[in-house]
C-alpha cells in the first residue's frame, strides 16, 4: 500500500511533523531528535504527564494530544497534535531555540514610534520563569485620573513568547522629585489552548516619591502608600470579570554610592540606591480570604541623563489563605539595559537634576598637624642636706 506523509509546521519551534499511514501498530507519537541535536536528552510530557527523555516513543489513543519538550537553558518547545485511526502513527521532529533566540523571535515586530525622543530596551532573568524583554520609551503627557502627568509606555515580551504585556506608568514632576502616580496595563497570555485578556488600572494614594529632588549620594526617603488595583479580566470562553485589590507598601531608599557598573550597552558611572519595602496585597469578593505579603530588597543603578542601568532585587513572597500562611517562595530578578536611544536627558533624570556626569565625593580636608607642645625645661633635683645631729 502506497503511504502518504503529510508535513505540518510546528508553531512554538522549528519543527515539523510527518503523518504516516500504516498497518495497526496501536496509536503513538514518535518523539525524534533526527533534526536537531539539542532535542537528545529532552523531557518529554504529554498531556502534562512526564514520560521520559528524548528521543521516545509515546503510546497513546485516538483524540488530540499536547506534546511539550522541556530542557535547561531553552524555550520550551509545544505542540498539539492529533491522532486519528486512519492515521494512527505520528512522527514528531521538533527543533529547540535557545531562551535568547525565542526572545528575539518573540519581540521582532515590536517598534518603537518614531517621534518617541528616548528609548530603553532591557532584559530581565529571574529564578521564577524565562526570560523578558522590556522596551521602553517616552510616550509624553495625558491625563491620568485628573492629574495631568507625563509616561513611559512599554511591551514587555516572556522569552517563550506566550505573553505581553502593554504598559504605561504615570509621573508628576515636583519641588520634592519625581512623584509615581500610577500605571495602566493591558496584558495577553496564550498557553497551549487557552488565551486571556487584562486589562488593569492602578493608581497609588499618596503617589510614592520615586526618586528625590535633588538626587545625591547620601539622600533618603520613604514610598508608603496603598494601591488601588481594578482588573478586568476576559478570556476564550470565559465571560468577564472585574476584581478588586489594594496592595499596602512602606519602604525606605538610600542613595549609598557612587559606582561605575557594567551593562551590555556599556559602562556607566552611576547613583547606586538601595531600598527595601515590604507590601501586603488583599482582594474583594471571592478573593477575600487570600492576602499575599512581599518583602522585598532592591539595588538600582542610575546613570545621569539615561536613568536606571541596572536592578537587582530579591523577594520572600508569602501566601495566606484566612491568616494561614499556605506556601512560601523566594525569587531573585535581574534587569539590565541592552541598549538606549536618547536625545536628550529623560524626564525622570531632569526631574531630579541628574543629567550631568556624577563626581567622586570631594575627599575630606586633610587634618591640620596638632602642634607639638613646647618643651619645658627640666628643673635640676635639688640635693636632699642631711638633718644636723642633736
Not at 519538550?69 to 527543533?95: C, M, N, Y
Not at 488601588?228 to 479580566?233: L, R, S
Request: hydrophobic residues 35%; aromatic residues 6%.
Amino acid at each position: 500500500m502506497k503511504q502518504t506523509c503529510f508535513v505540518v509546521a510546528c508553531v512554538a519551534a522549528a519543527g515539523c511533523l510527518a503523518m504516516k499511514s500504516e498497518p495497526p501498530q496501536g496509536p503513538r507519537i514518535e518523539v525524534n531528535d533526527s533534526s536537531d541535536p539539542n532535542v537528545k536528552g529532552a523531557d518529554v510530557w504529554l498531556d502534562n504527564e512526564s514520560k521520559g527523555k528524548a528521543p521516545v516513543t509515546l503510546p497513546t489513543n485516538s483524540g488530540r494530544h499536547l506534546v511539550e519538550l522541556k530542557k535547561p537553558g531553552f524555550a520550551t518547545f509545544s505542540q498539539w497534535v492529533a491522532i486519528t485511526d486512519e492515521h494512527p502513527r505520528l512522527v514528531l521532529v521538533p527543533g529547540l531555540l535557545t531562551n535568547q533566540q525565542q526572545l528575539a523571535a518573540a519581540t521582532a515586530s515590536v517598534r518603537v514610534p518614531l517621534v518617541a525622543p528616548n528609548s530603553w530596551q532591557y532584559e530581565t532573568t529571574s529564578d521564577n520563569g524565562p526570560p523578558a524583554k522590556k522596551i521602553v520609551w517616552e510616550g509624553g503627557s495625558e491625563d491620568f485620573f485628573g492629574t495631568p502627568a507625563l509616561f513611559t509606555e512599554s511591551i514587555v515580551v516572556t522569552g517563550n513568547g506566550t505573553a505581553r504585556l502593554d504598559e504605561r506608568r504615570y509621573y508628576k514632576k515636583t519641588k520634592d522629585g519625581l512623584l509615581y502616580l500610577g500605571k495602566r496595563s493591558d496584558f495577553e497570555a496564550s498557553d497551549r489552548s487557552t488565551y486571556t485578556h487584562t486589562v488593569e488600572d492602578t493608581t497609588l494614594a499618596p503617589p510614592i516619591l520615586s526618586l528625590p529632588l535633588p538626587f545625591h549620594v547620601g539622600a533618603e526617603w520613604t514610598a508608603k502608600s496603598t494601591a488601588k488595583i481594578t482588573t478586568k479580566a476576559s478570556g476564550a470562553n470565559a465571560r468577564e470579570t472585574t476584581v478588586g485589590s489594594s496592595v499596602v507598601s512602606d519602604g525606605t531608599n538610600v542613595a549609598t554610592a557612587l559606582e561605575s557598573v557594567t551593562v551590555p550597552a556599556g559602562s556607566f558611572d552611576c547613583i547606586v540606591v538601595r531600598g527595601t519595602a515590604t507590601a501586603r496585597t488583599s482582594h474583594e469578593g471571592a478573593l477575600a480570604a487570600n492576602v499575599t505579603i512581599t518583602k522585598t530588597v532592591t539595588t538600582l543603578w542610575y546613570a545621569p541623563k539615561i536613568g536606571l542601568v541596572k536592578s537587582e532585587s530579591a523577594s520572600d513572597i508569602e501566601f495566606q489563605v484566612n491568616g494561614t500562611t499556605t506556601s512560601t517562595r523566594h525569587q531573585t530578578t535581574t534587569i539590565v539595559l541592552r541598549e538606549a536611544h536618547i536625545t536628550n536627558a529623560s524626564f525622570e533624570m531632569d526631574a531630579v537634576g541628574l543629567v550631568a556626569p556624577v563626581a567622586p565625593p570631594p575627599a575630606p580636608a586633610p587634618t591640620p598637624p596638632v602642634p607639638a607642645l613646647p618643651t619645658v625645661p627640666r628643673v635640676p633635683t635639688v640635693p636632699t642636706v642631711p638633718a644636723p645631729a642633736p
